[in-house]
């Protein structure tokens, strides 16, 4: 059979476009292969009557919700390769199998590229974020840092300075601020530290201080980290889709990308925000989006 819809990814913008799909009594495969990129993340914030849900809980109601409609299949494998073959796309994947579908969503998401400081790995999630708006309450009234190398890292300290007022921003060795930037920062009690940091120090998953290049230290808690994105999968270049200047799914305001039938969701489309919330709704959005266009083409075809 020829599915309506098949979705790569199952995270909240796959999710919920298969649940909107499928409410519309469309075919639908949902392809997961189960390595959800929140998943050192405890919990998640910011969603309105799942407010702290952990990963595992909202991937187990999902699932749950999708199983009652019929027409949507739930693939529990990776995606190896996709191609558009005379209008129809074929998705292969690591069992051989090549199911064909009308429409296509890339709700891949993207992998963060963080800074290589030894530490790191083992406080991300737990003490160490990279989203203000998910994990700040937590963190609120703590000494905190935020580490970028990036011009991004001013706006995010002035962002945490709601939760927090003890706050430094450390560059890493690179000189990312002008001195109207160190000025407005030093007037609000905000320490900015330029050298280069030699380690994160903790102890079980709490972060105590950092430790610079040059020997000296700072005592925190908690802070944030702005990673660099990149796509998660090779899908969309598979496909010719055209990507943003940083690095992004190019698309509409419909979520059409570049390549006719094919439609980027959530993080893949737009690197931020990275928030559960964002990404549900944009694939809701893509989903009515597509029912509305095979609508169409149904009626233009004559079929029944």
């Known amino acids: 059979m020829i599915y309506d819809c098949a979705i790569i990814g199952g995270g909240p913008a796959g999710l919920n476009a298969a649940l909107v799909l499928g409410r519309a009594r469309r075919s639908i495969v949902l392809f997961d292969h189960n390595r959800p990129r929140n998943a050192v993340t405890h919990a998640s914030h910011g969603f309105i009557t799942r ?9 187990r109601i999902a699932h749950e919700e999708l199983g009652r409609y019929p027409s949507i299949r739930l693939m529990h494998v990776e995606v190896t ?38 530490g790191f790995t083992p406080l991300y999630g737990k003490s160490l974020f990279n989203c203000v708006y998910c994990d700040g309450w937590e ?18 300290v002035k962002l945490l300075y709601q939760w927090s007022k003890d706050l430094a921003l450390c560059t890493n060795g690179h000189s990312t601020l002008t001195h ?3 000025m407005q920062l030093q007037s609000k009690g905000v320490k900015v530290m330029e050298q280069p940091i030699a380690a994160f120090i903790g102890h079980n998953d709490k972060l105590q201080h950092l ?4 020997g000296t230290e700072l005592a925190r808690s908690g802070g944030f980290v702005t990673p ?16 943003t200047a940083t690095g992004g799914i190019k698309t509409d305001d419909s979520g059409r990308t570049t390549i006719a039938g094919v439609y980027a969701a959530g993080d893949a489309a737009s690197f931020s925000p990275s928030q559960v919330v964002f990404a549900a709704a944009d694939g809701s959005r893509i989903a009515m989006q597509i029912n509305r266009e095979l609508t169409e083409e149904e009626f233009e075809q004559g079929e029944h």
């Open 228 to 243: 660099k994105f990149e796509q998660s999968a090779p899908f969309a270049a598979q496909l010719g889709c055209e990507l």
């Open 51 to 59: 407010d702290g849900v952990t990963i595992p809980e909202f991937r």
């Open 81 to 118: 390769k996709v191609a558009k073959v005379d209008g129809v796309f074929h998705v292969h994947d690591t069992l051989g199998h090549c199911i064909q579908a009308k429409k296509l969503i890339l709700a891949t998401g993207v992998k963060e590229i963080f800074l290589e400081i030894e």
């Open 139 to 156: 963190l609120r009234d703590q000494p905190l840092v935020v580490v970028s190398e990036h011009a991004a890292g001013f706006h995010t």
């Open 211 to 214: 430790r610079f290049a040059d």
């Open 180 to 182: 109207e930037q160190k």
